[in-house]
């Protein structure tokens, strides 16, 4: 079984290890059938050394903790503004 990736944007490292990354998710309407995004924020653990607005890629793992399941596995080049 394969595990669960998502790419998102990190939008806090105020923890020494853990960084929450926003993740659009694109669904559908139960009733009405229009395409919404959803944006779920998750706890991940971080090695890379991440700070906020970095593209990130994450992937699910085991437990670290009662809320951190997931990993950070590769950060993207962002463009120098």
Same mark, same amino acid.
Request: proline fraction near 2%.
């Given at each position: %079984?394969? @595990?669960?990736?998502?790419?998102?944007?990190?939008?806090?490292? @105020? %923890?020494?290890?853990?960084?929450?990354?926003?993740?659009? /998710?694109?669904?559908?309407?139960?009733?009405?059938?229009?395409?919404?995004?959803?944006? @779920?924020? %998750?706890?991940? #653990?971080? +090695?890379?050394?991440?700070?906020?607005?970095?593209?990130?890629?994450?992937? +699910?793992?085991?437990?670290?903790? @009662?809320?951190?399941?997931?990993? /950070?596995? #590769? #950060?993207?080049?962002?463009?120098?503004?």
């Amino acid at each position: %079984m394969s @595990k669960r990736t998502f790419e998102g944007t990190v939008v806090s490292n @105020k %923890m020494q290890k853990t960084v929450i990354v926003a993740v659009d /998710v694109p669904t559908k309407h139960a009733i009405y059938a229009k395409a919404i995004k959803l944006t @779920k924020r %998750m706890l991940a #653990k971080d +090695e890379l050394g991440c700070v906020v607005g970095d593209h990130v890629q994450i992937e +699910e793992t085991r437990p670290f903790s @009662k809320k951190v399941s997931w990993i /950070v596995l #590769k #950060k993207f080049a962002t463009e120098a503004k």
